[in-house]
């Protein structure tokens, strides 16, 4: 069962794992991008994301079916979150399962590389020293 969302709640990596479950998969990846306490060489405090939902979830559906098409991928998760995250939070999630362990492992860095490029999502730093900033660099996400 494939899943593309962008959400407030935090996410749960069994849910992903349940998702991506097939007996045909030899190789299940799944990648967490946590929020860190240092961006840039200065402290932070935590991040804020906003996206456009609905066009977010239809460009990771759009990444996922290129997974496929690439790897053989036979099930894909993507979750993203948006609002207030605290440092160690996980940001985003990428799961997917293949009959191979090494196609697995290249479609979900695949996965998690386009999303950063391509979904309408967007990251604000927080920093220790109260200052905050936007990041264009679709790469810093």
């Known amino acids: 069962m494939d899943i593309y969302r962008v959400q407030r709640e935090p996410i749960q990596v ?25 961006f840039e060489g200065r402290a932070s405090q935590g991040l804020y994301y906003e996206a456009y939902q609905e066009l977010a979830e239809k460009e990771m559906a759009r990444i996922g079916a290129e997974l496929k098409q690439e790897f053989g991928v036979l099930h894909v998760v993507m979750i993203h979150r948006v609002g207030e995250l605290a440092l160690a939070d996980v940001a985003v999630m990428v799961a997917v399962s293949t009959p191979h362990r090494a196609e697995a492992l290249k479609a979900c860095h695949a996965g998690i590389d386009r999303i950063k490029s391509r979904a309408p999502i967007w990251k604000k730093e927080r920093w220790a020293d109260g200052g905050t900033a936007w990041h264009d660099d679709p790469m810093a996400r």
């Open 14 to 38: 069994d849910e992903a794992l349940q998702a991506i479950r097939d007996e045909a998969a030899g190789g299940e990846a799944l990648f967490l991008g946590t929020v860190r306490n240092v």
